[in-house]
């Protein structure tokens, strides 16, 4: 049973950045296909980014595209998540999450993740 627990969040300024981090305990997490999803007040849970196994592929949400960058090092078992160029609409409790299935085509659709973090709140002050 693999845990996650992320860490990083806090509060951070509009034009500003933050650098979440998310570790995997009780098995690796190599070649599962990990993501980051977020859940803002009175809102949807949000896809946010998705690493591939190996980590050679990325893929982020419509909304933090070319602002947020994922990446990954199995060799330590862990994730990142770089937020940049921050703005209030980022406010929202981070999730990271992690599925064992390699199916790329299901990176975006959060009930396709096995595992999950209890995720890590992060405010953004205007």
């Known amino acids: 049973q693999v845990q996650l627990v992320e860490a990083g969040g806090g509060l951070g300024e509009t034009g500003g950045s933050l650098r979440l981090s998310c570790a995997a305990s009780g098995g690796t997490i190599g070649g599962y296909r990990m993501g980051w999803f977020r859940r803002a007040p009175g809102k949807e849970r949000e896809f946010v980014a998705a690493?591939?196994?190996?980590?050679?592929?990325?893929a982020y949400g419509d909304s933090v595209r070319g602002r947020f960058a994922s990446s990954r090092d199995n060799a330590k078992n862990t994730l990142s998540l770089q937020l940049n160029s921050l703005h209030p609409a980022a406010t929202a409790v981070y999730y990271c999450?992690?599925?064992?299935?390699?199916?790329?085509?299901?990176?975006?659709?959060?009930?396709?993740?096995?595992?999950w973090g209890q995720g890590t709140p992060v405010t953004v002050s205007s």
């Open positions: 999450a992690a599925d064992p299935f390699p199916n790329w085509r299901m990176r975006a659709n959060c009930d396709s993740y096995v595992y």
């Open positions: 690493v591939s196994g190996g980590g050679a592929s990325t």
